[in-house]
T-cell receptor, first 112, second 112 residues
C-alpha cells in the first residue's frame, strides 16, 4: 500500500510533442502528489505538485491530471523541448506523513 | 544562500571501511532527509529527521546511522561499508513534513 508505480520507464518524444508520464498509488490516505525533475549529475527539484481536491493543475507547459477514483495521476509536458530531457519522478505522501514515497522514475529524451 | 550542500562529492571506499557523509542547509528548515538513488529503483529514504534532536528510520536504514547535529546539519555514517552500498546519496530538507523538499547535489559512493 506504500508503493507508487510509475510508467513508462523511458520515453522518447519529438520536439514540440506531448510527453505523458503516469503514476498510480494504492494508499487512499495519500493527499499530496508532487513531481520532481532531475538533470544528470544534479539533485531532484520540485516541478509541480497537486492535492486531490482539484483534478488538474497547470504551470506553464506542465500539467498534472489527477483521477482520485482511479488512484492515478499523470504529468503532461506540452510542446516538449530538448531542455526538458531529464528524469522525472512522481511521489506521494499524506498529511501525517513524514516523508515522500517516490516512483522509480521516467527518463525523458526530447529529440530535436 | 547555498541551499543544501553535501560533502564529499565523490568517494571510493574499500569493503569494511567507514565514512561519514555530511549535509548542511541554510534555509532554516526543520526536516532533513537522506535518500539513496540506484538505477531503476528511484529514490529510497534511508533516514529522516523531522526536527532537531529527532531521527527516524526510512525504507532502507540497515547499515547506516545518522546524527542531527543541529538544525543545519544532518550526517549519514556507514560503519562498515559493503559493495551493496554503492550508490548516489542525496540529502534533502523541507520546512515542514510534506512541504517542498530541496535536494543537495549528491554524493557518489563506490564501495570496492
Amino acid at each position: 500500500q506504500q508503493q507508487v508505480k510509475q510508467s513508462p520507464q523511458s520515453l522518447i518524444v519529438q520536439k514540440g510533442g506531448i510527453s505523458i508520464i503516469n503514476c498510480a498509488y494504492e494508499n487512499t490516505a495519500f493527499d499530496y502528489f508532487p513531481w520532481y525533475q532531475q538533470f544528470p549529475g544534479k539533485g531532484p527539484a520540485l516541478l509541480i505538485a497537486i492535492r486531490p481536491d482539484v483534478s488538474e493543475k497547470k504551470e506553464g507547459r506542465f500539467t498534472i491530471s489527477f483521477n482520485k477514483s482511479a488512484k492515478q495521476f499523470s504529468l503532461h509536458i506540452m510542446d516538449s523541448q530538448p531542455g526538458d530531457s531529464a528524469t522525472y519522478f512522481c511521489a506521494a505522501s499524506n498529511q501525517a506523513g513524514t516523508a515522500l514515497i517516490f516512483g522509480k522514475g521516467t527518463t525523458l529524451s526530447v529529440s530535436s | 544562500n547555498a541551499g543544501v550542500t553535501q560533502t564529499p562529492k565523490f568517494q571510493v571506499l574499500k569493503t569494511g571501511q567507514s565514512m561519514t557523509l555530511q549535509c548542511a542547509q541554510d534555509m532554516n528548515h526543520n526536516s532533513m532527509y537522506w535518500y539513496r538513488q540506484d538505477p531503476g529503483m528511484g529514490l529510497r529514504l534511508i533516514y529522516y529527521s523531522a526536527s532537531e534532536g529527532t531521527t527516524d528510520k526510512g525504507e532502507v536504514p540497515n547499515g547506516y546511522n545518522v546524527s542531527r547535529l543541529n538544525k543545519r546539519e544532518f550526517s549519514l555514517r556507514l560503519e562498515s561499508a559493503a559493495p551493496s552500498q554503492t550508490s548516489v546519496y542525496f540529502c534533502a530538507s523541507s520546512e515542514g513534513r510534506v512541504e517542498t523538499q530541496y535536494f543537495g547535489p549528491g554524493t557518489r559512493l563506490l564501495v570496492l
